[in-house]
């Protein structure tokens, strides 16, 4: 098993930094100020607490999603107090109430109330159509609630007008919106629906395991550059991937979601395995051209 592990560092290849935007999920970022403030303040929104932390040692794969995509926006300029924002895919997550005190509007979409996603899915009811009733019960403190709005909507046919918002942003929604071909079209559509010079910020499950070449949903290397990376020609990267993997402790101790009591652990989350393939999180800021 460590061989495979170390295959994969020399293949998979890429630098240490605590600022970079495009990468793998990154334990490093606990270790710079800066992220650490925004994942602090983004903690108040929450109602999974258990997704942040103030060391590494208890790092969450979902808290980094959240904060890296919220301090690469603001790295980038995006949040902004004139900023329209869409979210897609967004769920309950605590950005969309995050961003309501910073920009002037947000409007959230996902199939909130969808049997195979909502009820069905492994890891809880993100899209949970409680959220369309009662926003305020997926958020412990005040927000500015008349600048949030809540949609239906499919991800992969973006009912809105062309660059119609200042960014968008989608968090390990795309893999799950029907495959590759399905991600790739709202890859698309998020491309249309940003006005130029403007971001668009995408994570998705990116596969580690090193002899896995296909999967019906998440993202071999060759997978994400072809549906994700190079989707859209109106999207340019921000800056080139860093596909560095988290420090091998992280790798040889994974989250074994197949098997009962151990999806909810009190250690770090940051690699997780299903029995057949081991994944972790993959972010990328791109520009809308």
Same mark, same amino acid.
């Given at each position: ?21 495009? %990468? ?33 040692? @208890?790092? @969450? ?35 969309? @109430? ?27 009811? %993100? ?5 369309? %009733? ?54 698309? %559509? ?100």
């Amino acid at each position: 098993m460590f061989a495979k592990f170390y295959s994969i560092l020399k293949k998979i290849k890429g630098t240490a930094s605590l600022d970079r935007l495009n %990468e793998l999920t990154n334990p490093d970022k606990w270790d710079n100020p800066a992220w650490m403030k925004i994942h602090r303040e983004l903690e108040s929104y929450a109602v999974d607490k258990h997704c942040f932390s103030d060391t590494k040692a @208890y790092a @969450y794969r979902k808290g980094w999603e959240w904060t890296q995509c919220l301090w690469g926006l603001h790295t980038l300029g995006a949040i902004d107090k004139k900023a329209k924002a869409l979210g897609v895919g967004a769920g309950h997550e605590p950005v969309l @109430y995050y961003l309501t005190d910073h920009i002037r509007e947000v409007v959230g979409t996902d199939l909130y109330g969808n049997d195979d996603w909502t009820n069905n899915a492994v890891g809880g009811n %993100e899209a949970d159509a409680a959220v369309l %009733e009662d926003a305020d019960a997926f958020c412990p403190r005040s927000y500015e609630k008349s600048r949030l709005r809540l949609i239906n909507m499919d991800g992969t046919d973006l009912q809105f007008k062309d660059e119609h918002f200042d960014f968008v942003w989608s968090l390990s929604s795309i893999e799950h919106f029907g495959g590759h071909a399905r991600a790739k079209q709202a890859m698309t %559509e998020m491309a249309r629906v940003t006005k130029k010079n403007g971001i668009v910020a995408v994570a998705t499950e990116f596969i580690i395991t090193p002899d896995c070449s296909d999967h019906p949903e998440f993202f071999t290397k060759a997978l994400f550059e072809k549906y994700i990376l190079h989707a859209s020609p109106r999207l340019k990267p921000v800056e080139a991937m860093n596909y560095r993997l988290p420090p091998l402790e992280y790798l040889i101790d994974p989250i074994m979601i197949h098997l009962n009591g151990d999806v909810h652990r009190t250690r770090h989350h940051i690699i997780l395995n299903n029995g057949h393939v081991q994944w972790t999180s993959v972010i990328c800021f791109f520009r809308r051209v």
